[in-house]
């Protein structure tokens, strides 16, 4: 019996309008059918994507890297993937409370290539931002406008290497969305008798 694909999230790094020139999200929706992701759907904006893959998440990323660098797109285009679970597990911990309702667009979510990425560093940092560990991400009021902000994103990126950020909504949506997916499955899949 044939098992049925995992269901990913693909966040998309240094993605914006340059690379929409050479890959916009249609067109990485078709490339992706073609590298073997089932159902592949993009969401909220630019960038992210939810699809089935036959393969663990390592594997769906070296998948998807490889696809990104046939459209020309630099090395700084690099894809995160996580299993919806990930986010929903953020989401259901919501160390932002009002921040998350209020004024999401001063939030961010912090998504990291490393598997275990080192946050030692935070204990010294002193800055007016409210940052929370969970489950190897950093969730964060910035309790204001992101763009003065811009020592603590440095030091995201120096002290724990790849990632790529989204705001609590953005994220918030596509769980949403990941639950939505899966219980559409769930329903067709009983619906033609599957297991």
Not at 33 to 47: K, S, W
Request: with cysteine; net charge positive.
């Amino acid at each position: 019996m044939a098992t049925k694909p995992s269901t990913y999230v693909i966040l998309l790094r240094a993605i914006g309008p340059v690379t929409h020139r050479l890959m916009s999200m249609a067109a990485w929706r078709e490339a992706s059918a073609v590298a073997g992701f089932e159902a592949p759907e993009t969401l909220v904006n630019t960038g992210n994507m939810i699809a089935g893959f036959d393969g663990s998440a390592i594997r769906a990323s070296l998948v998807m890297a490889d696809l990104l660098q046939g459209f020309g797109l630099g090395e700084n285009v690099v894809p995160i993937v996580r299993k919806p679970s990930v986010l929903q597990r953020l989401i259901k911990a919501d160390p932002i409370g009002e921040a998350a309702i209020n004024r999401s667009n001063q939030t961010g979510v912090y998504f990291f290539a490393a598997s275990k990425p080192d946050f030692s560093w935070l204990a010294a940092y002193d800055g007016p931002e409210a940052v929370h560990v969970v489950q190897d991400h950093l969730v964060i009021d910035f309790r204001g406008d992101v763009a003065q902000s811009g020592r603590l994103i440095r030091l995201i990126d120096k002290q724990c290497g790849v990632n790529t950020a989204r705001n609590w909504n953005s994220v918030r949506r596509i769980a949403e969305r990941c639950g939505m997916r899966d219980n559409s499955m769930r329903s067709a899949s009983r619906s033609t008798g599957g297991p």
